[in-house]
């Protein structure tokens, strides 16, 4: 029901733009009451910003699950590469129409975007704790989050620009390599096997 009624505001927010379009426009058009669709979503920003929440703790899942000897920072290195890879649209390396229609409406939109930044925190937060909690997992988890943040908004600008994610996909990966070497490098323990 969540992904159902999450895809119907995103339609009608893709065609009209969010902010013509009501929460009791999106509840009809679900076919729910606008109590039912509150019960479920408790903000309009939720409607939109559902898709990401499998992502937010992905983060502190991919260091948790981590094989024996491989540091946090390599982990999350190895799944962002696969991401870059696979075309996944968080890593912002995805040309999709569907894909570029929904990131122009995600950041496009102020209210979204300022939304996002508590889902970045969570994010943050949860990876802090998969780092071991205390000041300096909070430090590092804020630093990894950030490079993984400007990378995808640097892909998606490219892509937004018009640019071909084939054709991106070298250089994407490149420059992940590089800033995750450097994340490495910068965060001792964090970095280092585990």
Do not use: C
């Not at 929440?53 to 962002?80: I, K, N, Q, W, Y």
């Not at 800033?179 to 280092?192: I, M, S, T």
């Amino acid at each position: 029901m969540y992904r159902d009624v999450s895809e119907t505001a995103i339609a009608l927010f893709l065609e009209r733009g969010f902010d013509a379009v009501s929460v009791a426009e999106v509840a009809a058009a679900a076919e729910i009451s606008k109590p039912t669709l509150f019960r479920y979503f408790p903000t309009k920003e939720d409607l939109v910003l559902h898709r990401f929440a499998d992502h937010e703790t992905e983060p502190a899942r991919v260091v948790a699950a981590r094989a024996e000897g491989t540091s946090p920072v390599a982990a999350l290195r190895a799944r962002f590469l696969d991401g870059l890879d696979h075309r996944d649209p968080v890593t912002g390396l995805n040309d999709a129409p569907a894909v570029l229609d929904f990131h122009r409406l995600l950041y496009g939109t102020p209210a979204l975007a300022a939304r996002l930044h508590g889902y970045l925190e969570r994010s943050e937060a949860a990876l802090a704790s998969a780092l071991g909690g205390g000041l300096d997992a909070r430090l590092a988890a804020a630093q990894i989050i950030a490079v993984q943040r400007v990378l995808a908004l640097e892909n998606w600008r490219r892509m937004a620009a018009g640019e071909r994610a084939d054709d991106v996909h070298g250089e994407a990966v490149e420059a992940a390599q590089r800033a995750f070497g450097r994340l490495g490098e910068g965060l001792g323990g964090f970095g280092g096997p585990r």
